[in-house]
């Protein structure tokens, strides 16, 4: 049994028989984990801290067929801030899902481990804004898993989306936008409120930190990245992990 070591983001911390706590966690070397804390919810646990969701741990673990199984963990940095606020907390387990609804089979990505530890750290540190930072987050995943949204030209007729006049809309299935025109041939589209789609390159292209929309297009953003992730999910991983590649 392979012993490994790596920094992950406890993503889920399921109770599990008496004492015990199966953690999800994305971890910064080896993607997507799935291992099991055995008497971690005892009140001497040799754990110490806490494996709260969110929570940024340093973990060592041995790789089981299914399970792994956790031998040492030490907080990092908990994301407490995170937890007990909930306009962050509602951005940050929107976060999460997407995270594990794109990146369950993959072999890990450290890009994307540092996306998630930066947007919680901008979460933690910002008083407002969540939601902006929910969907910048969404809009870098996206393209980190290879489903970039086509924010330039329509997807269907090409046409520059620069100075268009009517009302632009987004189409989840194609991963883009549709001008008015193209809109009337496709009943998978939803409109967008004008500035969002300005507001939508200029998240794609600035620092998560950086990411502030207008609250009146916080929500259209949202909606465009929810919609554009459960699009292009892989069938199923959102639910389960998917075997994962690690040293054996
Ligand atoms: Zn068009």
């Known amino acids: 049994m392979a012993l490994y070591k790596s920094k992950g983001i406890v993503l889920r911390s399921i109770r599990y028989g008496e004492a015990d706590r199966i953690l999800d966690l994305y971890t910064h070397d080896y993607g997507m984990v799935s291992a099991i804390a055995k008497g971690i919810r005892r009140t001497r646990s040799r754990f110490g801290a806490r494996l709260e969701p969110l929570s940024c741990v340093d973990v060592m673990a041995y790789s089981g067929r299914s399970l792994d199984t956790v031998t040492q963990a030490e ?24 995270v594990r609804a794109l990146s369950g089979g993959d072999e890990g990505d450290r890009r994307v481990f540092n996306l998630l530890y930066r947007s919680l750290e ?3 540190e910002r008083g407002a804004g969540f939601k902006s930072v929910e969907a910048a987050f969404g809009l870098k995943l996206a393209t980190l898993a290879g489903y970039a949204p086509e924010l330039e030209a329509c997807m269907s007729c090409g046409a520059s989306l620069e100075g268009t006049e ?11 936008i549709l001008c008015a025109d193209c809109r009337a041939e496709t009943a998978e589209a939803f409109p967008l409120p004008p500035g969002t789609l300005f507001g939508l390159r200029s998240l794609v292209s600035g620092p998560v930190k950086q990411a502030v929309l207008e609250e009146r297009l916080e929500e259209s953003a949202r909606r465009v990245v929810g919609a554009h992730i459960l699009a292009h999910a892989p069938a199923a991983t959102s639910l389960e992990p998917r075997p994962r590649v690690r040293p054996a």
Do not use: C, D, K, Q
């Not at 908990?78 to 899902?97: D, N, T």
């Not at 009517?166 to 883009?176: C, D, M, S």
């Open 75 to 98: 907080v990092l940095r908990s994301f407490h801030g995170v937890r007990e606020h909930l306009g962050r907390l509602e951005a940050a387990g929107s976060m999460v899902r997407n």
């Open 122 to 124: 901008t979460l933690e």
């Open 166 to 176: 009517g009302l632009l809309y987004y189409a989840p299935v194609l991963g883009g």
